[in-house]
């Protein structure tokens, strides 16, 4: 039961290329969340949203942009790919602050 | 600021040993404490949280505000444990601040 799904599972891309990583949930979620996954250094948060009209930077937003089509989907752009780019990406969800979070497949993305 | 220091990036423990995943935080306020973990070819998923002083699969952790730390134990480690896991944080209404990860390995 894929209640968050993320597409595409992998991606090869070039430098300078634009990007985008989707997610879409089932679950009813207002509050959405996109971070990205390196090895040692673990889960970095890009940006959030808690509901349609909200979109929040998180700690490494620099080259990243994010949209909010409606409350089950939350895109991330990398408008111009550059290597250092590449990693897992994760999408999550979340219903309320202190509830746990949804984790997606993760998304693989490579840039050369 | 938040910040969550998970110093082992690896553990290897054997099978039937005690586990203890360290996690320390620096938060000046009330914060909320969690353990998150990835098992290969799964997706990343809670563990434990301290607000429900529960145990999950043999885990336990206690939060110590004195030594702001969060450790992650078990008393008999088995080979499914072997995953990566995150210690993560939330104060308030912000998102989860996680640490870096410790991957555990335990051996047969």
């Known amino acids: 039961d894929a209640d968050v799904t993320q597409t595409p599972r992998n991606r090869i891309t070039k430098t300078g290329k634009r990007i985008m990583l989707e997610c879409s949930q089932t679950k009813g979620h207002d509050r959405m969340y996109w971070y990205r996954q390196d090895p040692g250094l673990g889960l970095r948060l890009i940006y959030y949203s808690f509901d349609v009209k909200d979109i929040n930077k998180g700690e490494i937003s620099d080259g990243y942009s994010v949209s909010r089509q409606a409350q089950a989907k939350f895109s991330l752009s990398l408008e111009s790919a550059i290597p250092n780019q590449t990693a897992l990406y994760f999408c999550?969800?979340?219903?309320?602050?202190?509830?746990?979070?949804?984790f997606g497949s993760g998304t693989q993305l490579s840039v050369l | 600021a938040q910040r969550v220091t998970q110093p082992e990036k690896l553990l290897s423990v054997f099978k039937g040993a005690p586990v203890e995943l360290k996690c320390n935080y620096s938060?000046?306020?009330?914060?909320?404490l969690f353990w998150y973990v990835q098992y290969s070819r799964q997706r990343l998923q809670l563990l434990l949280r301290?607000?429900s002083r529960e145990s999950i699969k043999g885990f336990t952790a206690d939060l110590n505000k004195g030594e702001t730390s969060f450790h992650l134990k078990k008393p008999f480690a088995q080979e499914e444990d072997s995953a990566m896991y995150y210690c993560a944080l939330r104060s308030g209404n912000t998102p989860l601040v996680f640490g870096k990860g410790t991957r555990l390995s335990v051996i047969a």
């Open positions: 301290h607000i």
């Open positions: 938060y000046s306020g009330s914060p909320e």
């Open positions: 999550a969800t979340s219903d309320h602050p202190g509830s746990k979070l949804f």
